[in-house]
């Protein structure tokens, strides 16, 4: 069982930076890919970021290649998403998800591959 509980989130100024912190309870993190989604008002969840258990391994959705960076301390049970040059299209609740998985460079980008969910954390972009 791994318990998610994201921070960070707030409202920026457009091309200003955030970072968001998620950290894990559990004995499962290690053993984890960690990914991060985003959902805005009227539009289905979506893929942002994920990283692989022992970080070797990332993936990014397209739009936020170059301008946001994944990355996780699995000594402190965490998992980070740095989010620069925020545009008011970023606007939306994100959360973290993780995902118990045997090989060491596994991600995912489906929703449906992650067991566990954090409650997530508001991020406004202002125009």
């Known amino acids: 069982q791994v318990q998610l509980a994201e921070s960070g989130g707030g409202l920026v100024q457009a091309g200003g930076s955030l970072r968001l912190s998620c950290a894990a309870s559990?004995?499962?993190?290690?053993?984890?890919?960690m990914g991060w989604f985003r959902q805005a008002p009227g539009k289905e969840r979506e893929f942002v970021a994920a990283?692989?258990?022992?970080?070797?391994?990332?993936q990014y959705e397209d739009s936020v290649k170059g301008r946001f960076a994944i990355f996780r301390d699995n000594g402190k049970n965490t998992v980070y998403l740095q989010m620069n040059s925020l545009k008011p299209e970023d606007t939306a609740v994100y959360y973290c998800?993780?995902?118990?998985?045997?090989?060491?460079?596994?991600?995912?980008?489906?929703?449906?591959?992650?067991?566990?969910w954090g409650q997530g954390t508001q991020v406004t972009v202002s125009s």
């Open positions: 998800a993780a995902r118990v998985v045997g090989s060491y460079q596994s991600t995912s980008a489906y929703t449906s591959g992650y067991a566990y």
């Open positions: 559990g004995h499962t993190f290690g053993n984890s890919c």
């Open positions: 990283i692989s258990r022992n970080g070797g391994n990332t």
